[in-house]
């Protein structure tokens, strides 16, 4: 069995539950040890194993399969090279659906998402209620950031916009995240073993964020790169650790993408229409112009279109994660029979 070493784990996001799943993980030597990814690049990653940072590989099976945030098992090999044995199933896994319709999960094993967006021209509630849905399929704790509120001139209408359109349990914060008195304000979600990721279109804030909560903490792969105007840009997700003990993940944002829902999981962050819909005179309403209909005049009808949008969206990749489901039934048939017809070539039966 592993040896897990909870004080030094803590600082990369150890909790009691996770170490337990860590336990049942099966070790195949003595020498295998927890780590977390903190950095995934095309031939190597990155891992911290809550004292230092490892250069490491995986086996080809599990590499395909890895995300920032993820937990595993370390083996070390000889000349001082190490490698990713196995992946810890994760508790919470944020994806989207490329353009394409592939699956891509973003992180995993995350508490809270901190979804950024500027008080300036990156405010667009539609794409707020797109990075809600990839949120709470995942069953995360969304927390509004609304960034540059010291530049903005009418920080108090558009918070009062977000509030009259949106669910009310959801907290919004607006702050300037250049501010050092920002950490305080989100110190609730920054607690020790709390993982946080930062999610929100180029611009809004993310890094600037990560690096005002992050200022007087151990940096931990930090990966970002000067662009050709001097500027940083994040390429890659990547794990830091908070003042407040808490571990974050900085992402670059996301272009041209669907949540990975079903109509399910899409519903949790409608729930409000949801709910009224069951009250419509007609158990197939669409909320146009039907009699009787009890969702029309209360919901923002910006976010009733959003929401159809976006449920057109999950129902075509859904369709699509079928299809290929039946194209890998199609493939599995003629390997069968096309090692049935070798084995018989073979005259073993
Ligand atoms: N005044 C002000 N500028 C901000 C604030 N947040 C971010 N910025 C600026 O906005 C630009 C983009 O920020 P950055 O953190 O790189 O955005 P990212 O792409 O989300 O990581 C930078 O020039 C920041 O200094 C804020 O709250 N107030
Ligand atoms: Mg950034
Ligand atoms: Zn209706």
């Known amino acids: 069995m592993i040896e897990i070493d909870f004080e030094s784990l803590r600082v990369i996001g150890l909790t009691p539950y996770i170490a337990q799943r860590l336990l049942m993980l099966e070790s195949n030597t003595a020498a295998e040890f ?10 190597w990653m990155r891992v911290h194993n809550g004292q230092a940072e490892l250069r490491v590989r995986a086996l080809p099976g599990i590499s395909s399969s890895l995300a920032v945030g993820d937990w595993v098992l370390v083996e070390p090999r000889s000349n001082d090279e190490y490698w990713i044995s196995q992946r810890m199933e994760p508790v919470t ?5 490329t353009h394409e319709g592939n699956r891509q999960v973003l992180v995993t094993n995350v508490d809270t998402a901190l979804l950024v967006m500027g008080l300036d021209n990156d405010f667009n509630m539609r794409r707020m209620e797109r990075y809600l849905a990839i949120v709470q399929a995942a069953q995360v704790m969304p927390v509004i950031v609304l960034t540059k509120q010291d530049i903005a001139s009418d920080a108090d209408e558009k918070l009062e916009q977000i509030q009259q359109r949106l669910p009310t349990q959801i907290p919004i914060i607006a702050v300037n995240a250049l ?20 999610l929100g279109s180029s611009g809004a804030g993310k890094s600037t964020l990560t690096n005002t909560l992050t200022s007087s903490a151990q940096p931990t792969g930090d990966v970002r790169k000067d662009d050709s105007k001097g500027r940083h ?33 899409l519903g949790r962050a409608f729930d409000d229409i949801a709910t009224l819909a069951m009250t419509c005179r007609f158990r197939d309403c669409e909320h146009k112009d039907e009699p009787g209909c009890a969702v029309r005049d209360v919901v ?26 039946d194209e890998r039934a199609k493939w599995k048939v003629l390997h069968k029979a096309a090692t049935a017809r070798a084995r018989e070539k073979r005259g073993d039966y």
Request: proline fraction near 5%.
């Open 34 to 43: 927890p780590a977390r990814v903190i950095e995934i690049q095309r031939e």
């Open 93 to 97: 896994q944020i994806a989207r659906r």
């Open 179 to 198: 501010s050092e008195s920002t950490v305080t304000v989100l110190a609730p979600w920054l607690s020790p073993g709390q993982t946080v990721v930062m």
């Open 233 to 265: 840009t994040t390429t890659t997700r990547s794990l830091h650790q908070c003042t407040k003990g808490a571990c974050i993940i900085d992402t670059p944002g996301l272009r041209s993408w669907s949540p990975d829902a079903d109509e399910e999981s």
């Open 300 to 325: 923002d009808a910006d976010r009733l279109h959003n929401y159809q949008k976006l449920l057109r969206e999950v129902r075509r990749s859904q369709q699509t994660a079928l299809e290929r489901i």
